[in-house]
């Protein structure tokens, strides 16, 4: 089943284009991760396709509708979780921020609350729930957040940069978490930390105005693996997924 | 010292400045998260238009001012929702215009002389039933809407983008706290004047936010320290003979530096 369809998306904020030609189709349960330069438009590709920027021209499909405010099965987790960490707010609070009613009530429902606490406990991070954000590591704010993306139950689950600010243990753990995920959910990364999301995505975009896009799933991921002795530079990366260019 | 309670002027001073606490309690507790407080300083200085426009066509200045900083808040939300660089010069700009305007409609209203002073500076030992009426509708109306919209400013206030793909209308609130903003900056003129407003606004809420755990206990712990803030105030203020709104904030200052101590010594013990 395809999950998310864009056809020949392009953006621009004022005269130079951002996006061009933009075409990319993902499956059930990839995980895709999203590469490519700062400024290259990876976050405003995520933007087009939460809607929160409109695009010039093209279109954009999730679950074969076009897509619109409302996105109950889309979960995101933005990028830099480490701003307002003064606000003070409890991290069940936080979760419970994923839900909106759509009709009026006082507080929570019991369902919403038990929604928040489930996630919660998917991310590892159940024992927190009383515990004021700004007292949690950043690796450990990250899984809240991402548990808040998790609690409406979305089909797929988009990442801006989840690992940018954390340490090297934070961030096995959290994609580690992910390819847990992946087994029930679609997972789309952006991230220049390329080196590591290789393990885990099946798919890769790498997006510099333009899209070349890499299905690494069998046989090219091996390759990449062996040649991967623990690290990998961008540059590397680039040359190697650069001879492919099918 | 208790013989000055038999006075109705105390007591409608006491009362204001409990009443005043706790709304600015609140709403200083929004402006302060959502990192509104320039805007707030802003929409303070702009309603001395307003008190000289009320002046100046005899209406009751809080009508007048409460209108006029209501617009200002308006024209504040709609610059920062739409323009997105040199915010500040705008609220700059405004701010001093604001200010200019009211002065001048003083110097042209005939045969005026009411001293500038007490709207800088504050006079809640001159707080009338009527002022103390519409600032407990004001507080009233500042709960029930908080009641009805926790949960949406909550999201707003905390994760405005995140707010926003969850399909909760951000403009309306951030519009909606401008306002209350600037209707609570009227009523405390009122109490502490406009040019000590700020810290009425943020010193007691500074305290509450390292106590508090949630933002509705953060609302309620800065109502409870600010009323203490003030009612000390009050009482230095008149044993010493002093300015009140100055005494208040004087008293809000020194519990601040010392709340600083405080939490130093406890954090290294």
Known sequence: ?246 | MLDILQYEFIHNAILAGIIVSFASGIIGSLIVVNRMVFLAGGIAHTAYGGIGLAIYFSLPIFLGASLFACAAALLMAFITLNQRHRIDTFIGLIWAVGMALGIILVDLTPGYNVDLISYLFGSILAVSKDDLIYMGGLLFVIVILLFIWYREILAVSYDTQYASLRGINVKFFYTLILVLSSLTVVVAIKVVGLILVIALLTIPIYIAEKLSSSLAGMMIKSGFISSTFTLIGLAVSYNYDLTSGASIIMVSAVGFILFLIGSKILNRG
């Open chain 1, 1 to 246: 089943m395809t999950i998310l369809n864009i056809k020949d998306l392009s953006f621009s904020y004022s005269k130079d284009s951002v996006l061009e030609n933009i075409n990319l189709s993902i499956e059930d349960k990839d995980f895709l991760a999203i590469i490519g330069p700062n400024g290259g438009g990876k976050s405003t590709l995520l933007k087009l396709i939460l809607s929160i920027e409109k695009p010039k021209s093209g279109s954009i499909e999730v679950f074969g509708r076009s897509i619109s405010k409302d996105i109950k099965n889309i979960g995101y987790v933005p990028q830099n979780t480490n701003v307002n960490t003064d606000f003070p707010i409890k991290v069940i609070d936080v979760v419970l921020m994923g839900h909106t009613r759509s009709v009026f009530s006082f507080g929570y429902s019991d369902l919403e609350i038990s929604c928040a606490k489930e996630a919660l406990k998917q991310v590892g991070m159940e024992q927190f729930l009383d515990k004021k954000i700004g007292d949690l590591s950043g690796g450990q704010r990250q899984r809240v957040m991402i548990a808040r993306a998790l609690s409406t139950h979305p089909d797929i689950l988009f990442l801006d940069e989840p690992t940018a600010s954390i340490d090297v243990d934070g961030q096995k753990m959290i994609y580690d978490l992910l390819k847990e995920l992946n087994k029930s959910i679609t997972i789309v990364v952006v991230s220049h930390d390329i080196s590591i999301i290789l393990g885990y995505a099946n798919k890769v975009a790498h997006i510099n105005k333009n899209i070349v896009f890499h299905d690494i799933s069998q046989q090219q991921k091996q390759t990449i693996n062996k040649a991967n002795d623990g690290h990998f530079c961008e540059v590397e990366m680039l040359q190697m997924l650069g001879k492919c260019r099918c």
